[in-house]
């Protein structure tokens, strides 16, 4: 028999402000179950935030899903839970203490839960999830991915979400499959049905609001790589590594859509996966150097690969555009947890009076506008940009305003000289004459003979030729120290918050601007 243990407390009833876990085993489909209880709450208006936390395996480890409603739009992670999902014995206890006092566990009666992790003050959902399954669906796989969607249908009875947007949402992602929609669909509403007719009302339950008008549900690898195609990136070059392969993903997928010739049906674009990092960001520089606009997504690991050739773009003035979407190091770290700890590295990369230009996204919306800044920045100061995303930015969905689409958007080239330019010189000078931005004017490979000049990674002087005298050598460097300092006049500049009677200030960066 399947009963609600009630609590003895009554507790005033809450709308649209509870937070949620939902723990599982890697590997079984439930991102898919908690994905759908995300969309469905952002399509009822109401502020919603997300947390995937997931193992750096295949399957068979511990996962977690975080869900915080909150009515006023917080979105940083809630220290405990009003309701969790206890899907993995293995973290059973765990997971149960992390449950608030007068909150509930809703787990898989099939079996019996053991009397030692029961609570007194948590009110136990049981509901026969692997039962039902197993009654309703015949193929073993199956019956372990439906178990995640009947678990869903259960948080859609006690939270009161529209269950027709549910089905909508179903009906959206497996249209054309009819098998997958039937089951899906079924599955859905044995859970559902389930907890309506065992469970009574929660203290806390969803309502619909109108809080999300003209916002969107995206993650921020998907908004930087349209932000890549929006900047004009025509070649991106890789080596897949957590949390990263996303932006590659992404980009890849708005490129077959977006940037195939409408009358030959041929790709105007190039995306390369590389043997390693080092390969990939020598790509990115030759495609830069020959006039694309060209960038990589890497994450701490690959930056450390990067450090030579990072170098080579910063001394000889390339454009670079490098996306790195931190998480945990040092070494191989955790590959998928969330740390900024890329801000050094990434800021003197390489060895020698290197210094470069970082961007730093609070949220997906900052990602596609700071990457389209990064390629016009690495063009206006003919050197590597680095937008410094990380992981709980970029693989976490995120409720932001919509992406602003400019048609009269166009790239900012910066000092490039075109041939009708050259005609005018009488000599052309690579590193010689620059702006009141210390950029020098540069040309692209074939472009005209005049415009040629030889690059070179090693010594060389203001008319581009080899040097070790001191004087010549120091000249070059101290301008470009000089160029370094010029683009923080256009940066973005940073978001300030005040108040009136505040003492202290706080800087922050990346994920932890929710936080504060």
């Known amino acids: ?108 009666s099939t079996w019996p839960l053991d009397p030692s992790l029961s609570r007194d003050d948590v009110t136990f959902l049981g509901v026969p999830l692997a ?159 020959n006039g694309a606009r060209a960038f990589t997504s890497t994450s701490g690991p690959g930056i450390s690969l990067m450090n030579e050739l990072l170098g080579l773009a910063y001394y000889a003035e390339i454009p670079a555009v490098v996306m790195d979407i931190q998480r945990v190091g040092p070494s191989t770290g955790m590959p998928t947890r969330t740390q900024q700890g890329d801000l050094m590295e990434c800021a003197y990369a390489s060895h020698g009076d290197t210094k470069h230009i970082l961007l730093f996204p609070a949220n997906p919306a900052e990602c596609f506008e700071l990457a389209i800044n990064s390629f016009d920045l690495a063009e206006r100061f003919q050197t590597p940009v680095f937008m410094l995303s990380d992981l709980d930015i970029g693989m976490n969905d995120w409720v932001v305003p919509r992406l602003n689409w400019d048609e009269s958007y166009r790239p900012d080239r910066g000092r490039l000289l075109e041939p009708e330019d050259l005609e005018k010189l009488e000599k052309f000078e690579r590193y010689l004459n620059e702006d009141e931005n210390y950029v020098t004017a540069r040309t692209l490979p074939g472009m005209d003979p005049k415009g040629a000049f030889f690059t070179r990674g090693s010594g060389h002087n203001k008319f581009g030729g080899y040097t070790e005298m001191p004087d010549e050598y120091q000249e070059v460097l101290d301008r470009l120290a000089r160029k370094h300092k010029a683009a923080a006049k256009f940066v973005p500049p940073p978001v300030i918050e005040r108040r009136g009677d505040a003492r202290l200030g706080i800087v922050t960066l990346g994920g932890c601007d929710p936080a504060v």
């Not at 992670?77 to 566990?105: F, K, W």
């Open 131 to 289: 039962e039902m399954c197993n009654r309703n669906f015949k193929d073993p796989r199956e019956r372990i991915l439906m178990k995640n969607i009947a678990y869903a249908g259960s948080l859609v009875a006690v939270l009161d979400v529209d269950m027709d947007l549910i089905g909508q949402l179903l009906d959206e992602k497996f249209a054309g499959k009819k098998a997958l929609h039937e089951s899906n669909h079924r599955a859905l509403r044995l859970g559902y049905e389930f907890a309506r007719d065992h469970f009574d009302p929660l203290p806390f339950r969803l309502e619909r609001m109108d809080a999300n008008r003209d916002k969107i549900l995206i993650d921020g690898n998907t908004a930087t790589a349209l932000g890549c195609v929006y900047a004009g990136a025509t070649v991106a070059a890789w080596y897949p590594i957590t949390p990263s392969t996303s932006v590659m993903d992404a980009f890849k997928s708005f490129c077959e859509k977006y940037r195939r010739d409408p009358e030959t049906g041929k790709n105007n674009y190039v995306i390369l996966q590389s043997e390693d990092e080092l390969a990939a960001i020598g790509m990115v520089i030759g495609a830069g150097w």
């Open 1 to 108: 028999m399947h009963q609600l243990v009630r609590s003895r407390v009554k507790v005033e009833t809450r709308v649209n402000d509870f937070a949620i876990k939902l723990a599982n085993v890697n590997g079984t489909g439930s991102a898919s179950a908690n994905s759908l209880l995300m969309q469905a709450i952002f399509r009822m208006g109401i502020p919603v935030s997300g947390k995937n936390l997931f193992p750096s395996n295949i399957q068979g480890l511990p996962t977690w899903y975080e869900i915080r409603v909150n009515k006023d739009g917080y979105t940083a992670r809630a220290l405990d839970y009003d309701l969790m999902v206890a899907m993995n014995s293995q973290t059973y206890a765990r997971d149960i203490r992390e449950v608030r006092e007068h909150g509930y566990v809703l787990y898989d």
